[in-house]
């Protein structure tokens, strides 16, 4: 059974940063991409995903605040999130995935609060 392990959330000020890490039990190659979402009282939305071979896509709210970077040799993706404003305020959800099928993480809060 595929595990996606996150850690890295907490309470930070408006303007802050934050880097949350998803440790994959597999290899993180075998999915197609591997990435981060999130979901505040909206829908669940795109925050970043990286597929195998490096192309990374950003949600347009966080593009040019947000990087991604995977280490392989750890299968962990992580998701630096600098300049923080209260709406990225958000349970956020690392996801990896094959054909037809999702593999979801339990997911880690962010609040962006002064």
């Known amino acids: 059974q595929v595990q996606l392990v996150e850690s890295g959330g907490g309470l930070v000020q408006p303007g802050g940063s934050l880097r949350l890490s998803c440790v994959v039990s597999?290899?993180?190659?075998?999915?197609?991409?591997v990435g981060w979402f999130r979901q505040a009282p909206k829908e669940r939305e795109l925050v970043a995903t990286i597929d195998r071979n490096g192309r990374i896509q950003f949600g347009d709210s966080v593009k040019g605040r947000f990087t991604l970077s995977r280490d392989n040799a750890q299968n962990t993706v992580y998701l630096q999130m600098n300049s923080l404003k209260p709406e990225d305020t958000a349970v956020y959800y690392c996801?990896?995935?094959?054909?037809?099928?999702?593999?979801w993480g339990q997911g880690t809060q962010v609040t962006v609060s002064s």
């Open positions: 597999e290899n993180i190659f075998d999915f197609n991409t």
């Open positions: 996801r990896a995935d094959i054909p037809y099928r999702f593999y």
